[in-house]
Nanobody, 123 residues
Framework: VQLQASGGGLVQPGGTLRLSCVVS????????IGWLRQAPGKEREEISC????????DYRDSVKGRFTISRDQAKNTVYLHINGLKPEDTVVYYC?????????????????WGQGTLVTVSS
């Protein structure tokens, strides 16, 4: 099971970005995919998750309205669209998968991890 995150980079405040998570060796139908982030000195936190069936999506309260998770079944890819980027969004973003089709309740339930992609929001 492999996850490859990409799409990070330098963006001006207020800008938009789309992060991609390409999944290989398993299909999205059977696994939820989450986006998480980790700021220096802080614990990793879940931002959003989409279930394997795409029936449900979850968002952290602090990102609701600015972050949107979606997926392209044909490309086996999950996206995280970020609008209105703020300097505090400057962190490494990871995509990860639990061993379940439903979104997990805890970060520790994520089993498979991508390598992370750095987003820097600065003028």
């Amino acid at each position: 099971v492999q996850l490859q995150a990409s799409g990070g980079g330098l963006v001006q405040p207020g800008g938009t970005l789309r992060l991609s998570c390409v999944v290989s060796e398993f299909t999205l139908d059977y696994y939820a995919i989450g986006w998480l982030r980790q700021a220096p000195g802080k614990e990793r936190e879940e931002i959003s998750c989409i279930s394997g069936s795409s029936i449900s999506t979850d968002y952290r309260d602090s990102v609701k309205g600015r972050f949107t998770i979606s997926r392209d079944q044909a490309k086996n890819t999950v996206y995280l669209h970020i609008n209105g980027l703020k300097p505090e969004d400057t962190v490494v973003y990871y995509c990860a998968a639990p061993r379940t089709v439903t979104c997990p309740d805890t970060v520790s339930s994520y089993t498979y991890w991508g390598q992370g992609t750095l987003v820097t929001v600065s003028s």
